[in-house]
């Protein structure tokens, strides 16, 4: 139309301006006169042509048809195409219905047709503005009907779907209780993912139904599959999604296709084999009788013979003209171990194509600095939605030419594909849009290198007309000095229950930055092990916060710790070109690094000595007996409830005793290169330790330690994480390791204490800020704490927040109360508190429980009590009721107090959490990274076949 438009503008032009010229300029005489004739010659009247219009069929295929046009003389073509023969006798109504095209244009084609079916095009034509071509042309078009010479048939695509048709061979058909067709689909991403990470053949793919798709897929009669969006997750009867009643959550049956997504839908024969029969596959059936196999009828004895048992990602090619992925598999499934010749087909397709998108949609690149970049997206009224995706040249390399296949092209539907959104993280937009790279990747760009940008641009909800766009920039190189932070010890041996630090960069530079603080020994752990101080610098200050650092006074930090302990803070911050500061271990070095320092808290002063007879009469070994709650599973795989009494062995004692060394220890120092002069130095130091202990642990506060707690562990029955150690069982344990013996007073146990008051009253303190763990030499630390089996839930110290909206807080007290009943029995009772969610509400019991891990609440427990705990006199041990508390050291590699000791094994980090800085927030990173994307293939992959 706009062509005519323009044709009929410029005779109306030339018109006007030949009238304008003949009105104002009078014409000269003719030489002749006017009554002479002048014979114009043959030769220069143009001659003129008829208009001309031919359209005849081209080729048919199932659901498309091209036809040929030769039209002359015509200006403008319009069609449109009926399922039934009608009289066409306006044009009009074709061009105003139709669709129109260019004379120049040769052919046109037609499609979403269905298979065996007749058409009709109706063609007009315009030979000028005003006049219409003489005949409205008629084209009958007649598609094919399938062929079902294959097992597989692609019958149709859609944007979002397809039709198969699975022909089975008449072996199955023939004898469908001992032959089926397993078959199953996903996008070719997943395939190759699949077999690139796991080496997974088609047999196992199909064996396991390894795409996440309908459950068990066999067929034993043909078959159309029909895949698309209205089918994705399981529905009621009423077409309403189904609800898992165990997760809360839709049923997916198959991941969401985009348009112009390669598939590929394979299909294999199969064989019911019972459970005798030598092979191998997938068992079904309720009872033990009915157990048997579905065995992929290929070659599985050759296929390893030759290769080995891996698909190597070296035999994988891939014809785009054919549209043939081939592995080398094919061939095994035939003349396998059952004589049988098993069927099999690989089909690869792509969805349907999306029509060009006309918009004036644009990217702008700019502010490119060496770690950021501005990037702005300008929409229009055409564009529904878009999504886009940034990466380095390393990684779009590698996603093109590793797992696309070296298909750029396919790029287009990745980022808009369900991989791409939901495990890449692939934004989708809506408008116009300005992003930062820093913003929102929360990490920086690296400078001085090339960064790819790519945009799937969608015109509407189907994805049915699309735009793609690859735009590139590279960053800038580095011109700025790395950012000094100096942290200092704030009120050093002053407070027993934190620690004080003050932050600053005196440059006043540092826009971001992240702390670590814990116990000095396992900062030296780490960085004995080769840990970089920068990797344990992993909790964020807030923006406040970095402001308070680059002002003059700096930003007063508080940790949490136990008294008599030294507390290490080190912190890493970044500038605006993301450079860090000189953050080094002083242990590598040998000189103390600016950006990290010690505090250290005061012990507790001492308390009031009471003198009660309690502290005698409670020495020696006791028996423990509760009652345990056990989870199991049932053959049903339905978790089951039930309580088990239990014992315990316990010993309580009002020291830690000091041994005098016996030959053995000194010979075996010996052979780490310790005199016995060294020996004893080192065991002087030890004694010093425990003589601490005795005094503010036991002594001054007037309590007696228990060492021992139930031990009751089904995962790990022969290495428990509750048995027994003493700090001389540490000093001379095979396994256990430590920077000074300090260490091995905080870490013994299981230990924890009966607390005595002026009265005789006798309680189980608890507080995991009040005091070191009840264990910490094993995997986790462990704290006494109070648990309540309703909510599975533990309370580590003695007041916690109240739940959301809750005024005031939950108060739980930090001690249990102690029944004494003789001198021969007492007995722990639960305490009495709310449940941790809600606030203000009755009180429930909550009983003594060892519970592992630093978290407030954690409740890392597989067996916990859940009653009273009576203690009688004597350890009375039954074989069917005693868990195992105690144990017999073995001598060991000597630790040393020295702090360039590397240690045996290396002890795990103890976050402990800053009570003034609110929880970060970590933001989606959606720049593409090599190291990005092999952790979300990882995850995806282990997520999907549960490795």
């Not at 005519?4 to 030339?14: G, N, R």
């Not at 078959?183 to 997974?200: C, H, I, P, T, W």
């Not at 698909?311 to 035939?334: C, I």
């Not at 020291?655 to 053995?664: G, H, S």
């Amino acid at each position: 139309m706009k062509s005519t438009f323009l044709k009929t503008i410029s005779a109306l032009m030339i018109t006007a301006l030949s009238f304008g010229l003949y009105s104002c300029v009078e014409p000269e005489p003719d030489p002749i006169g006017p009554d002479v004739d002048v014979e114009t010659p043959k030769d220069s009247i143009p001659e003129t042509k008829e208009p001309l219009l031919e359209v005849r069929v081209k080729s048919v295929l199932q659901t498309s048809a091209e036809l040929e046009i030769n039209a002359e003389n015509i200006m403008e073509i319009a069609y449109v195409v009926s399922e039934e023969q009608t009289e066409m006798t306006l044009p009009a109504v074709l061009f105003a219905t139709g669709t129109t095209v260019e004379p120049t244009e040769t052919s046109v084609s037609l499609t979403d047709l269905q298979a065996n079916k007749t058409y009709w095009a109706y063609f007009a034509a315009k030979v000028d503005a005003e006049n219409f071509y003489e005949d409205i042309l008629e084209v009958e078009v007649k598609t094919l009907d399938y062929t079902f010479d294959k097992m597989l048939t692609l019958m149709d695509t859609e944007y979002m779907g397809y039709k198969v048709r699975i022909t089975v061979p008449d072996e199955v058909k023939n004898d469908p209780d001992k032959y089926a067709i397993r078959y199953n689909f996903g996008s070719l991403l997943d395939v190759l993912m699949a077999k690139y990470e796991m080496g997974r053949t088609w047999a196992v793919n199909l064996m396991e139904n390894g795409h996440g798709c309908m459950g068990w897929q066999e067929t034993v009669r043909d078959t159309t599959v029909y895949i698309h969006p209205y089918n994705e997750n399981r529905l009621n009867e009423d077409g309403s999604t189904y609800i898992d009643p165990e997760t809360g959550e839709p049923i997916m049956l198959h991941l969401p296709i985009a348009p112009a997504e390669p598939y590929l839908f394979t299909a294999g024969q199969y064989r019911y084999g019972h459970l005798d029969e030598t092979g191998w596959g997938w068992s079904y059936g309720s009872e033990e009788k009915d157990w048997g196999y579905y065995v992929p009828m290929w070659d599985q004895n050759g296929w390893v013979a030759e290769t080995g048992g891996f698909t190597s990602k070296s035999n994988l090619s891939f014809d785009a003209e054919t549209g043939v992925l081939v592995t080398g598999e094919e061939k095994y499934w035939a003349d396998n171990s059952f004589g049988k010749n098993g069927a099999f087909q690989a089909l690869y397709f792509k969805t349907k194509e999306p029509e060009l998108l006309e918009t004036d949609f644009e990217v702008i690149i700019d502010e490119v600095t060496p770690v950021d970049a501005k990037i702005s997206f300008l929409t229009d009224d055409n564009v529904y939605v878009y999504s886009y995706m940034i990466c380095n040249d390393a990684t779009y390399k590698m996603l093109v030419g590793d797992l696309l296949l070296g298909h750029e092209e396919w790029l287009q539907w990745l980022i808009c594909s369900y991989y791409g959104m939901q495990h890449l993280y692939f934004p989708t937009l809506q408008g116009n849009a300005t992003v930062s790279a820093r913003e929102f990747n929360s990490v920086a760009l690296d400078p001085d290198n090339l960064y790819h940008v790519f945009v799937t641009v969608i015109g509407d909800e189907y994805g049915s007309k699309q735009k793609f766009i690859h735009q590139t920039f590279e960053t800038t190189q580095k011109v700025m000095g790395a950012p000094v932070i100096e942290v200092t010890a704030v009120e050093n041996n002053q407070n027993e229950y934190f620690a004080k630090f003050n932050v600053k960069a005196p440059n006043k530079d540092v826009v971001r930055a992240y702390y670590g603080a814990d116990y000095k020994r396992e900062f030296m752990f780490e960085a004995n092990s080769d840990v970089k101080y920068a990797d344990l610098c992993q909790n964020p200050f807030t923006d406040e916060e970095i402001q308070m650092i680059n002002s003059d006074a700096g930003l007063e930090v508080q940790i949490n710790s136990t008294d008599g302990q030294i507390i290490r803070m080190a912190v890493l911050g970044y500038n605006e070109e993301e450079t860090p500061n000189n953050l080094y271990s002083p242990e590598k070095t040998g000189k103390p690094c600016p950006a990290v320092a010690d505090c250290q808290t005061k012990l507790l002063d001492m308390v009031p000595q009471v003198n009660s007879p309690l502290f005698n009469t409670l020495e020696g070994e006791w028996t423990a007996t509760a009652q345990l709650l056990i989870r199991e599973f049932d053959k049903n795989n339905n978790i089951q409830e039930y309580k088990l009494k239990k014992t315990a062995n316990i010993r309580i004692q009002n020291e830690i005793p000091t041994p005098t060394l016996t030959q053995d220890v000194y010979d075996f120092y010996s052979s780490y290169g310790y005199d016995k002069n060294a020996t004893d130095a080192l065991y002087d130091d030890y004694k010093r330790e425990a003589e601490i202990f005795n005094n503010y642990r036991l002594k001054y506060r007037n309590r007696v330690l228990c060492l021992g707690w139930f031990d009751e562990d089904p995962i790990y029955p022969n290495e428990s994480r509750l048995s027994l150690a003493s700090p001389f069982d540490l000093f001379v344990h095979s396994q256990y390791s430590c920077i000074d013996n300090a260490q091995i007073f905080y870490d013994f146990g299981p230990k924890w204490y009966l607390e005595i008051d002026a009265d005789g009253n006798v309680t189980l303190p608890f507080d995991m800020w009040a005091a070191p763990p009840m264990s910490s030499w094993q995997r986790i630390p462990f704290f006494m704490a109070a648990y309540n089996p309703e909510q599975n839930h533990g309370y580590k110290s003695a007041v916690v927040s109240g739940r959301e909206g809750a005024e005031g807080e939950v108060i739980m007290p930090a001690e249990f109360p102690v029944e004494i009943v003789n001198d021969d029995k007492f007995i722990i009772k639960p305490v009495m508190a709310p449940l941790h969610d809600e606030a203000d509400a009755k009180l429930y019991a909550h009983y003594p429980n060892a519970i592992g891990g630093w978290g407030e609440h954690d409740a890392q427990m597989l067996r916990p009590v859940v009653s009273e705990i009576t203690f009688t006199r004597g350890w009375k041990v039954t074989a069917s009721t005693a868990t195992s508390t105690s144990r017999e050291a073995e001598y060991a590699k000597p630790h040393v107090v020295c702090e360039t000791w590397t240690p045996a094994v290396v002890k795990s980090l103890t976050p402990i959490k800053n009570v003034n800085l609110p929880s970060f927030e970590q933001k989606d990173m959606y720049i593409l990274t090599e190291d990005m994307l092999n952790s979300s293939i990882k995850s995806y992959l282990d997520e999907k076949y549960n490795r």
